[in-house]
Every structure is written in C-alpha cells, then in structure tokens.
C-alpha cells in the first residue's frame, strides 16, 4: 500500500468487477483504486443471503483498513444481498462517513433514457435473478416499466474459462437470450446484470435483433460515480488522486494475474491477501 492512500476500492467475488473498473480508470483517471477480488470463494452468485452478506461485509471491513474511504460493490449479486444491510446496519456502527455503493441502482436508472416500449430485460446470475433486485429497484423508479428475468447460471464459467466464442459458448448463450425473448417479444432493452456479461457482449449482439439495446454496467456505473463524487465533494476531497491502482485477491497470484489482464488488457501484478 502507497503511504498516506485513501483509494476508492473496488469489490467482487472474482473477475467481474474489473470490467467496472476498467471504466473508472478510463472515467476517473486521476483517482487511486484498489481491486480485491474474493477469488477463492467465488463464485457468489449461487450462495445464500446470509453467506454473501458475510463475505461481502468482510471484504468491505478490509478495504476499509487499507485506506478507503468510499468502496464499490462492482459485483450484482453482493450489491442484491448485501449492500442495502450494511449501508442500513453496518455502516453508522463502523464509520458512518464512510460509504458503500453498488451497481444495481445505477443500472436500473438507465432504463427510462433507453427503452420505448417499456419491457427490460434481465439477465444475471442465479443469485442475482432470484433476489428480484432488478425488478424490485426499476419499480420504484419506473413503476409502468416490465421487467422479465433469465437466469444465466453457465455464462461466468464461460467467460472465466474464455469459452465464449467455441461452439459450447454460443449454444448457451444463445439457448438464454431465446428463453428470455421468448418470455417477452416486446423486450427492446436487456441489461446485463452481471459484471462478467461485458466480454460476452460482441457474441450476445449477433444472437440478438437489431432493435434490441444492451446496457451494460461498466460505463453507466463509471458516470454514476463520477457524478456521485461531483455531488459530495466532501468524499471527494478523501479520495486521494495520485493515479495508482493496486490488485489483491484471495486465490492464487498467478491465475488471477492471468486471467484479470486478459479482462483489462493489460500485463498487471497483484498480491495474496487473508482476511
């Protein structure tokens, strides 16, 4: 850790996430971050509430003890079962100027600049689909909105074993976006509630008709936190701006080294962490 850092830290339950902070990087370039991917628990998507909160909390306890004040959940299924906990309980006992911030908001607030015919799409992991985060957040921002759902319990393995373009790959994920049209004919927008979702989205965009937009996260969670910091410039001025960023996972080094770089597209060096 750099001497006197406050970064923003950057949380997922694996690989996910880097596809969010990829975009920070380019959107706030400026900024420290810390990655920590909780690689050897992963995945989270298919574990209970109550497991997610657990590892999630620890994860956020962590980076709080590296230096961070602010700290995303770049991971849909710990922003579904464990952000609202510990920004309601959490929180006030441990620093209540801290703050946690996830990426299911920031997606579900997207979809009144996008779609026109007011039918979404979701696709997520089982996790995330079953916890109804989606449908439940775009409710209360849009209640005239349908929201239709398709559980993509292969897609991740895909991603993370880089199977998206063989034959396998695209029956999966070809067999999801049919059952999930199928659902719905009138869909015209999909979000891609999984932070994985992101490198799968040049195969996803053949399978799909032409009037159909995907939103994907990175992007709208890098313009949400640039605007969140504008809007609270008294976080601002504790996030410290030296233009470095840091990896540390759970798991082994060297597999996460070359998996993440094949995420960011880069050569890049991370540390073991226990917590």
């Known amino acids: 850790m750099i001497k006197n850092s406050q970064p923003i830290g950057v949380f997922d339950s694996g690989y996910g996430g880097l596809t969010v902070l990829n975009e920070l990087l380019k959107s ?40 961070c004040e602010l700290v995303i959940l770049a991971c849909n299924t710990a922003s579904a079962k464990a952000l609202r906990t510990i920004q309601q309980n959490d929180l006030p006992k441990i620093n209540s100027n801290r703050r946690v911030l996830g990426v299911i908001r920031p997606s579900a607030e997207e979809v009144s600049k996008i779609t026109r015919t007011k039918h979404i799409g979701v696709m997520g992991t089982v996790g995330t689909i079953r916890s109804n985060s989606y449908p439940l957040e ?19 393995p895909l991603v993370e074993n880089n199977e ?100 960011l597209n880069i050569t890049l060096k991370a540390r073991h962490i226990s917590y």
């Open 28 to 67: 706030l370039p400026e900024y420290d971050f810390i990655y920590l991917g909780d690689n050897a628990r992963s995945p989270y998507g298919t574990r209970s509430y109550d497991v997610v909160y657990d590892y999630t909390l620890e994860a956020v306890e962590q980076l709080f003890s590296m230096g």
């Open 138 to 156: 775009i409710a209360k921002l849009f209640p005239d909105v349908v929201v239709v759902q398709e559980a993509c319990p292969m897609w991740v």
């Open 164 to 263: 998206i373009n063989t034959e396998g790959g695209r029956y999966f994920i070809k067999k999801n976006i049919d059952s999930l049209l199928a659902k719905d004919p009138l869909i015209d927008s999909i979000i891609l509630g999984c932070t994985h979702y992101p490198l799968m989205q040049s195969e996803i965009k053949k399978m799909l008709p032409d009037h159909i937009q995907l939103i994907s996260q990175g992007e709208i969670v890098a313009r949400s936190l640039k605007d969140y910091l504008f809007r609270h410039p008294e976080m601002d001025v504790r996030c410290s701006k030296n233009s470095n960023c840091e990896f540390f996972t759970t798991e082994f080094v060297d597999s996460f080294e070359e998996k993440a770089s094949r995420f």
